[in-house]
């Protein structure tokens, strides 16, 4: 079973990273969603234990204007809904709101592995990037690579 702790180090090193000293340049927040990736990747699929540990909720406008500054370049962007026909519609997709939603899922992963409900943690990590987050990273991942790589063809 790979280290619990090197998943919680992965974790607080992004959040750091977006929230914390000088503003990340894009390539930073680039790679740590590859490193959030690989984290989900290696997380044991485990059990909860269903304790009654609910982490705070945090408020999703005062995160979205605390990240919004730091980061001016992240905008909206286009994606597609892969599960309908090619002829399906487009989608607008918003990586600001993407990084909150990531940030906010970390921050309740690291408060409850904190608390010593690591089960519930990782349980949480793991669920939470299969049905909400982890589209958001692979979906920011995309469109910053867009940004920083077809930079160099124009």
Not at 141 to 147: A, G, I
Request: with cysteine; aromatic share 10%; proline share 7%.
């Amino acid at each position: 079973m790979p280290d619990q702790s090197n998943i919680l180090h992965t974790a607080k090193k992004f959040l750091t990273l977006v929230l914390d000293g000088e503003p990340p340049r894009l390539i930073e927040l680039y790679w740590a969603l590859d490193e959030l990736a690989v984290a989900y990747h290696v997380a044991p699929d485990v059990q909860p234990d269903e304790m009654e540990l609910q982490p705070p909720s945090t408020d999703h406008c005062a995160l979205r204007n605390t990240l919004g500054p730091r980061l001016p370049q992240l905008g909206y962007y286009n994606r597609s809904d892969t599960t309908e026909p090619l002829a399906g519609p487009s989608l607008v997709a918003d990586a600001l709101d993407d990084l909150v939603d990531i940030v906010q899922e970390l921050q309740s992963f690291v408060w409850l592995f904190e608390r010593g409900s690591v089960n519930d943690s990782l349980w949480h990590f793991r669920f939470g990037y299969e049905h909400h987050w982890g589209l958001h990273l692979r979906g920011l991942s995309l469109y910053l690579h867009e940004l920083i790589y077809l930079q160099h063809l124009e």
